[in-house]
């Protein structure tokens, strides 16, 4: 018999034991699980809700049974629906009437909110320390190319020159908030339900700080409704999970673009590339390809929930069950993509000929042509107008801005001098742009600096 069919008749159907039954998936809860029946049973020993020899028992057995579902000795079963109750019918066969107490005060609605609050707060530590590590790869990086000129974008069309150093700290600023959302993230799972029950409360006299001390939560729900309905920190893992691989995905496409043949920007390392079946000479950036195409799973999981929870009235209902499959899937993706990329990145061969020859081409050099004529006292719509029509001279003639003699410059405009080669050269397109977060070498390394002493001083 179930331990809660005391008042049916009849057996559960076995195709709603399949249907029903969450074990397959939610046993990774096992340690959250175990760690908040020990704290929940150590509680009303103190509080003399049970006896304190029963509740001495009950954390000897969950702790044994935590340690041999660690060492694959415990085989789950079906018909007994969930962790939560697969490791309370273990206890009771262990340790035998102690073990009927544990759930004392308690229901299977707080039971599971805590678990996954639980969960979701070391899921949310172990991905912001994934982030930072990235994080340190891109400061090795950048430290690396704080002159290193490429080309920089915008429409896809070459815009402005910068540097890698400069384009790596952009990429650090989105990891740098991907781990302040998921701190946020752990902020709003660290609030501990227990003592909800199953949406009342319970008559017991339970001490809830003293089992949020135990669990280490920094507060306890304040309404026990919500203490059980709540999965805004669900959602909220889900959303700082899919904006990460949003910026993975982003970085992974100029990655692949790069590695082509048009960009030549970067050679991936044979270790994270593949070859083909047919061709060859092929060598592809399927591992980035890869991880952009997870992104959608993410924005799938979280997309999924929030469809789940947006029709559920108060307070618990078995929708909610679907929430632990789409963290899970979320958290498993999000790991396996920052530690594959992280890998790959760092294993990345950059080629600064080719960059310093993509930022030549494409008038990328063409808005200082026109801060140029501003500083010799034209109104920049008009040079903006001017050197407009200087770049399509030079489309017509093939030429660069800088291949144009001075006599050619000067059938434009009168205020070309002589100075215009070197103010539009490369290096002072990027040296010239010295405002703070701008790509001048100088203010790329304050960025580094400053990214060195957030990654220093962060913390969940």
């Known amino acids: 018999m179930k331990l809660w069919g005391g008042r049916f008749e009849k057996k559960t159907d076995g195709l709603v034991d399949d249907f029903h039954s969450s074990i397959t998936f939610d046993q990774r809860l096992y340690r959250q699980d175990i760690a908040g029946s020990i704290a929940h049973a150590t509680m009303l020993g103190e509080q003399g809700i049970i006896p304190k020899a029963d509740a001495d028992a ?3 057995g969950l702790e044994g049974i935590r340690q041999d579902i660690a060492a694959g000795k415990v085989h789950f079963e079906l018909d007994a629906e969930d962790i939560h109750m697969n490791v309370e019918k ?8 102690a073990g009927k107490r544990l759930h004392t005060g308690r229901s299977r609605n707080d039971q599971v909110a805590l678990d996954c609050r639980m969960y979701v707060r070391d899921a949310a530590k172990e991905a912001a320390s994934l982030m930072g590590e990235l994080c340190q790869t891109l400061l090795s990086i950048a430290k690396a190319n704080v002159s290193t000129i490429m080309p920089g974008y915008t429409h896809l069309q070459r ?16 990891f740098a908030r991907d781990m302040q959302r998921m701190r946020e993230t752990y902020a709003h799972a660290d609030v501990m339900p227990l003592g909800s029950g199953a949406l009342a409360g319970t008559t017991y006299p339970l001490d809830r700080e003293r089992v949020a001390e135990l669990l280490g939560f920094s507060a306890i729900s304040q309404n026990s409704l919500d203490g059980v309905s709540d999965r805004d920190f669900v959602c909220d893992y889900l959303y700082a999970a899919s904006v990460c691989m949003m910026h993975l995905s982003r970085f992974c496409e100029e990655l692949i673009l790069w590695n082509s043949h048009e960009f030549r920007f970067v050679e991936m390392d044979d270790a994270f590339s593949t070859g083909s079946s047919i061709m060859p000479q ?10 952009r195409g997870k992104t959608g799973r993410v924005y799938g999981d979280l997309t999924g929930l929030l469809a789940t929870m947006k029709s559920l009235p108060l307070a618990y209902n078995k929708d909610m069950q679907e929430d632990k499959e789409a963290l899970f899937d979320a958290r498993d993706t999000l790991v396996k993509s920052l530690v594959v990329f992280s890998a790959m990145l760092a294993s990345c061969s950059f ?14 050099n063409a808005t200082d042509a026109a801060d140029y004529l501003v ?31 001075l006599d050619e410059l000067k059938s434009f405009s009168d205020l070309f001098e002589s100075d215009i080669y070197d103010a539009c050269s490369m290096h002072a397109c990027v040296t010239l742009r010295d405002v703070p977060g701008g790509p001048a070498p100088e203010r790329v390394l304050e960025s580094i600096e400053a990214g060195e002493a957030f990654l220093k001083s962060f913390s969940i």
């Open 58 to 60: 009950i954390v000897a």
């Open 90 to 97: 273990l206890l009771i066969e262990r340790i035998g009437e």
């Open 159 to 174: 815009a402005q020159p910068i540097t890698l150093g400069h384009h790596m700290m952009a990429y650090f600023q989105m």
């Open 282 to 291: 092929k060598k592809n950036p399927d591992v980035a390809e890869l991880i």
């Open 351 to 364: 080629k600064p000929e080719n960059m310093a020859r993509g930022a030549a081409g494409g008038f990328t």
């Open 375 to 405: 500083r010799k006292g034209m109104p920049f719509r008009d040079a903006h107008a001017v050197i407009g029509r200087l770049v399509l001279y030079c489309v017509k003639a093939d030429k660069a801005l800088l291949d144009l003699t």
